[in-house]
């Protein structure tokens, strides 16, 4: 009996071991992650504490032709874009003459228009969603591109499948990408398009990346080929990209921002250069190469 015991409980505990990493390498559902990733460490450039009226950066952009920043608050905040110095400090405010129901990403095409995206929809039942286009220039002079996901027939769906919140656009080539905030699991960023011009619009679903996190925030490069998304505390980068509208069938970098909390916006300063700002209201650049 002893002898048997001795047989018994090592190859228990074998057993158990590869049944944990088996378990561990596969998503909630039994389905395995078929994403290729690659980890690294990355290292932050803390740059300033964000100013007193930005009390959520949920958004961020590099102004074209300017050496400065814009950036917006979160849900039921003022609608109002504030623009910084490399420093941080805020230099201008434009306000615009609409709401912020939900306001969570900023993005500008390559004319200076900028696309504020009204998107936020925590419980998935919002039929509200809509993308603000204005030019800095003309705050007065505001387009609206109303949107409906082309997958979604419940307000809201079962909490499994809450997969229909956006925090995460950006453009390329009169597109605007949307990047979902998986509620649900908490796994798959879907990824939709719609047209960068005025009217109501179904959001095409075109894929979806394997991101293990709930992405809030999405850039592309000034040379579209790196597409960055960013989650808590990561950046998922897609390098290398041939085409913008199929980016999330290559492969995806993990870069850690370790020390940066909750991360929720992100740009391109130039094709190397990242800026992100955190819930924590801090500034940071991450330099590629």
């Known amino acids: ?9 090592p190859l228990a505990l074998v057993l158990g071991l590869i049944f944990y990493l088996t378990s561990n390498s596969s998503t909630a559902n039994g389905e ?7 980890t690294v460490a990355g290292s932050l450039q803390t740059i300033a504490a964000l100013p007193s009226q930005v009390k959520e950066s949920s958004g961020i952009i ?14 039921g905040n003022q609608p109002y874009l504030y623009e910084l110095n490399q420093s941080g400090s805020l230099t201008n405010t434009i306000k615009l003459d609409v709401t912020n129901k939900d306001w969570e990403d900023l993005t500008q095409d390559k004319d200076g228009n900028l696309y504020i995206a009204d998107t936020g929809n ?24 109303k949107l409906t996901y082309e997958d979604q027939t419940k307000f ?22 949307l990047i979902s905030k998986d509620r649900g699991r908490k796994q798959t960023a879907k990824v939709y398009t719609v047209p960068a011009k005025a009217g109501t619009h179904t959001a095409k679903l075109i894929g979806e990346a ?21 989650s808590e505390g990561k950046v998922h980068l897609f390098a290398n990209v ?21 991360t929720e916006a992100v740009a391109f300063e130039d094709n190397n250069t990242m800026v992100i700002t955190s819930e924590g209201g801090n500034l940071y650049k991450y330099k590629l190469n």
């Not at 039942?125 to 387009?143: A, F, N, Q």
Request: aromatic residues 8%; negative net charge; proline residues 5%.
């Open 242 to 262: 041939a085409d913008p509208a199929t980016f999330f069938s290559g492969k995806m970098e993990e870069i850690s921002l370790q020390g940066a909390g909750q």
């Open 32 to 38: 395995s992650v078929s994403q290729e990733t690659e």
């Open 210 to 230: 394997k991101t293990n996190s709930a992405v809030t925030g999405a850039a592309i490069s000034p040379d579209a080929e790196t597409i960055a998304l960013v």
């Open 156 to 177: 809201p769906p079962a909490k499994k499948e809450r997969n229909f919140d956006c925090e995460a656009i950006f453009w390329h080539n009169g597109t605007i990408y």
């Open 62 to 75: 590099t102004l074209a032709g300017k050496d400065a920043f814009l950036t917006h608050n979160d849900a």
């Open 122 to 145: 925590n419980d998935n039942k919002r039929r509200d969603l809509t993308i603000y286009k204005v030019h800095p220039g003309k705050p007065t002079e505001i387009e609206t591109i």
């Open 1 to 9: 009996m002893k002898l048997f015991l001795k047989i018994l409980i």
